[in-house]
């Protein structure tokens, strides 16, 4: 089964699946570089698959990460308690804002990752990080119109933005059945000679099946 039969499962509450994966629902981590195992330490993808398409989130590592978090959940609590520690020494701290986000992003706790995206996008609403991940975050509870507005947010800062591009290209496509508008976005990926081979073979692939037999 696959969400080309527009057949998503609606038994999934947002509450649910900001946690769990259900069994039709996969998160796939591909790390740019060697660090396989060390999160945050370089540029890495989180890849969202739903049945048949997936959401990509491209997030760049924060210049006070240290020595990264462990992927255990125990690890990631531990580095969060610090890090709510040091909010409370300053709740306007953007880079530990973004730490948390990153942190609950990691635990799949898209809920609590979202409240910090939105404060920083609400101090700074050209903050691309928390723009991307503030999308992700809509993404993942099915907030479809508003995940597209936060993407809408980073070609506003960026026209070209590839992944911005392909994002709204695959909610388009799959959640809001615009299929037209679909394919002026992964054509913008495709035709960006800065966007990565993967992607643009992923866009090429959904604007083909965008075609009509």
Do not use: W
Not at 1 to 26: C, G, I, Y
Not at 64 to 91: C, Q
Not at 108 to 127: G, H, L
């Amino acid at each position: 089964m696959t969400a080309k039969d527009n057949n998503r499962p609606q038994d999934n509450a947002p509450e649910t699946k900001a946690f769990n994966l259900s069994s039709t629902q996969k998160v796939l981590v591909g790390v740019l570089g060697v660090s396989l195992l060390v999160m945050f330490v370089s540029s890495f993808y989180y890849r969202m698959s739903h049945p048949g398409n997936r959401v990509e989130f491209k997030q760049q590592q924060s210049s006070g990460m240290g020595g990264g978090m462990s992927a255990s959940t125990g690890e990631s609590m531990k580095a969060i308690r610090k890090l709510m520690d040091k909010l409370d020494k300053n709740p306007e701290d953007t880079e530990v804002l973004l730490e948390l986000a990153d942190a609950f992003m990691m635990i799949r706790s898209y809920d609590r990752a979202q409240k910090f995206f939105e404060k920083v996008v609400n101090k700074e609403p050209e903050n691309v990080h928390a723009l991307m991940g503030l999308g992700m975050c809509y993404y993942q509870h099915e907030k479809f119109p508003e995940a597209i507005g936060a993407f809408e947010g980073l070609l506003k800062i960026n026209p070209n933005d590839p992944m911005a591009h392909f994002n709204i290209g695959i909610i388009q496509k799959y959640y809001t059945h615009e299929h037209e508008k679909a394919a002026i976005h992964f054509k913008a990926v495709i035709d960006n000679p800065d966007a990565e081979n993967d992607l643009k073979a992923s866009a090429k692939e959904e604007l083909k099946e965008n075609e009509p037999h």
